[in-house]
C-alpha cells in the first residue's frame, strides 16, 4: 500500500515512516506542512494519507483543513488522522466527506498504545475501512447539541 505522511516533527515522520516500511507499506513521500502534503498526494496518488492535524505554520487545524480538502480533490485517498486533539468541527465533517464509503480515521497519538494495533488501522483505513479512537467517538457524540433525554417532553418520549 502506497502511503504519503504529513508530520512536522522531523523525528516522528521519520520513526512512522520507518514503522510503515518495516511492516510492508510503501512511504512515497513524507512531508512537513499542509500545502506540500497536497502536493505530494496529488503527485503520488497514494492509497493513504497519515496526516497530523496541528501543521505549519499556525500549529493550528492545517493537517485537518488539507485532509478536507483531500478529500475533495483526491477522493480515492483514505485518510487517517493522527493527533493530540479532538478537533471537534472538522472531525465531524471529515467523518461526513466521508459519505458512509469508510477510508477514514481519526486516532489520539497518546493512546496508541501497541505498535501491532495501530499497523492494523493503518491497513485497515488504506483498504477503505475506519479506525476511530473512542475518545473521539465520544467527544463527537457528545458535541451534536442533542438534548439528553430527560429534556424531552413526556409527550414526546413515546415512540
Partial sequence: MRVVIAEDLALLR???ARLLRDNGFDVVAEAADAD???HAVLRERPELAIIDIRLPPTFRDEGLRAALELRETAPDTAILVLSQYVEHTYAAELLARAGGAGGVG???KDRIMDVADFVEAVRRVGS???ALDPEVVAQLLGHR???PIGALTPGSRTC
Avoid: E, F, P
Wanted: proline share 0%.
Fill in 14 to 16: 521519520d520513526g512512522l
Fill in 36 to 38: 506540500a502534503l497536497v
Fill in 106 to 108: 481519526y486516532l489520539l
Fill in 128 to 130: 477503505g475501512g475506519t
Fill in 145 to 147: 447539541g442533542a438534548r
